[in-house]
C-alpha cells in the first residue's frame, strides 16, 4: 500500500509516473532503509526539508547497487506527483543547488518538451560545483551547467531512461520556441562591439594620420613654392642691381674722362694762378724778415736767463743738503761720545762692586 501510486496522480506518458524508473531499481528502492524510514508517508510539503538536507546527487551506488537519496526522493516526487508549481519552485531557488537539480530531473522525466527548454534552459547560467556519485560509489566533481546539459541531450542519466525529446530547431521550425538567447551570445556580441569601436577608432586614428600627412605635404609644396618664388625675385634683384652697377660705372667713367678733359683745360690756368702766388710769397717773406729775427733775439735771452737762474736754485739746494748732511753728521758723532761715556762709567761701576766684593771676602776670612 505504501509503494503504490497516489489515486489522483494523472498518468504520465501514458503510463503510471512510477514506472519511469525500472523495475529492478524500484524493488531496491522500496527495499532500502532510506525509503522505509525517510519516505514513507512524505507529503510534498515535507518533501522541501528532506530535499534541502541532500549532499550529493546520483542513482544506483557500489557493488550491491545501493540507492542514493536523490534517486529515493525521485521515486516518490514521481508517485505523489506535486504540483507543478511547486516544482517551478525547486528550479528556481538559488540557495540550494540540490534542490534546483530535483526538481529539474523531476521536469525531465514528467514535463512536455516546451517546458523542460523553457525551465531547464536558464540553468545554463548556473556554474556551481556539485558531487555526482557514480557506480562505482566514487563520487565525482562536476557543475550545474553540465548536468543540465546532459538532461537535455542525453538518452540515460543516473541509470534511468529519459523520455525522448525533440530537437530545439523542430520547434522552433513550428513557431512554438523563440531562438535561444545566451548569456554567451551577450558576451560575444559585447566582444564584436568593443571590436567594432577599437576598428572605428583605427581607421579614425589612421584618416587623421593620413590628413596630416597631406597637410604636411601641402605645406612642404607651399614652403618649396615660396621659396622658388624668392628665388625668382632675388634673381630679379640681382639682375637690377647689376643694372644699376653697370649705370654707376658708366657715370663713373664719364666722369673719369670729364675731369681729364677739364684737367688739360685747367692745367695752364693753375700754372699762372701758382706762379702769381709764389710772387706774393716772397713779398709776404720779405717784410717778416725782421720781426722774425727780433723775436728770436728776445727769444735767446729769455732762455739766458732761465738759465742762470736755474744755475743759482741748484747751487742754493746743493749748499743746503751740504749743510744738513755736516748738520746730520755732528748729531751723530755726538751720540756715539754720549755711548762711550756711558760704557766707560759703566765699567768703573762694575769695577767699584769687584773690588767691594773683594774686601767683604777678605774681612770674613
Given at each position: 500500500m505504501a509503494n503504490r501510486t497516489d489515486k489522483e496522480a494523472a498518468a504520465i506518458h501514458g503510463t503510471n509516473p512510477q514506472n519511469l524508473i525500472e523495475y529492478i531499481s524500484r524493488q531496491k528502492i522500496y527495499d532500502s532503509i532510506y525509503w522505509k524510514q525517510e519516505c514513507f508517508g512524505l507529503s510534498a510539503e515535507r518533501l522541501v526539508d528532506k530535499?534541502?538536507?541532500?549532499?550529493?546527487?546520483?542513482?544506483?551506488?557500489?557493488?550491491?547497487q545501493k540507492p542514493t537519496h536523490f534517486i529515493c526522493l525521485i521515486l516518490k516526487m514521481l508517485q505523489i506527483q506535486p504540483d507543478k508549481d511547486i516544482v517551478v519552485e525547486f528550479i528556481k531557488n538559488d540557495d540550494f543547488k540540490y534542490l534546483r537539480l530535483l526538481g529539474a530531473f523531476y521536469m525531465r522525466l514528467v514535463g512536455r518538451p516546451l517546458d523542460v527548454y523553457q525551465y531547464l534552459e536558464p540553468l545554463y547560467n548556473d556554474y556551481r560545483k556539485v558531487r555526482i556519485r557514480n557506480?562505482?560509489?566514487r563520487q565525482e566533481l562536476g557543475h550545474v551547467d553540465e548536468l543540465i546539459d546532459a538532461m537535455l541531450h542525453k538518452d540515460r542519466?543516473?541509470?534511468?531512461?529519459l523520455p525522448r525529446l525533440p530537437a530545439r530547431t523542430t520547434l522552433e521550425g513550428a513557431g512554438q520556441l523563440e531562438p535561444r538567447i545566451s548569456v554567451l551570445d551577450e558576451e560575444f556580441d559585447e566582444a564584436a562591439l568593443e571590436e567594432q569601436q577599437e576598428e572605428q577608432a583605427a581607421a579614425l586614428q589612421q584618416a587623421a594620420a593620413a590628413a596630416a600627412a597631406a597637410e604636411q605635404q601641402e605645406q612642404q609644396e607651399q614652403q618649396q613654392a615660396q621659396g622658388e618664388e624668392g628665388e625668382v625675385r632675388e634673381e630679379g634683384d640681382g639682375a637690377e642691381r647689376r643694372r644699376e652697377r653697370e649705370k654707376w660705372q658708366l657715370s663713373k667713367e664719364e666722369k673719369r674722362r670729364r675731369e681729364r678733359e677739364l684737367g688739360r683745360s685747367g692745367s695752364r690756368s693753375?700754372?699762372?694762378?701758382?706762379?702769381?702766388r709764389g710772387g706774393r710769397d716772397e713779398r709776404r717773406d720779405e717784410?717778416?724778415?725782421?720781426?722774425?729775427?727780433r723775436s728770436r733775439d728776445g727769444r735767446d735771452r729769455r732762455d739766458d736767463r732761465d738759465r742762470r737762474d736755474g744755475r743759482r736754485a741748484r747751487s742754493r739746494s746743493g749748499d743746503r743738503r751740504r749743510r744738513s748732511r755736516s748738520r746730520s753728521r755732528d748729531r751723530r758723532d755726538t751720540r756715539r761720545d754720549d755711548r762711550r761715556y756711558r760704557s766707560r762709567s759703566r765699567d768703573r761701576h762694575d769695577e767699584r762692586g769687584r773690588r767691594d766684593d773683594r774686601r767683604d771676602r777678605c774681612v770674613w776670612k
Open positions: 530535499a534541502v538536507e541532500i549532499t550529493e546527487v546520483g542513482g544506483m551506488q557500489g557493488e550491491p557506480f562505482q560509489g542519466l543516473f541509470g534511468i531512461a693753375r700754372s699762372r694762378s701758382r706762379e702769381r717784410r717778416r724778415r725782421p720781426s722774425r729775427s
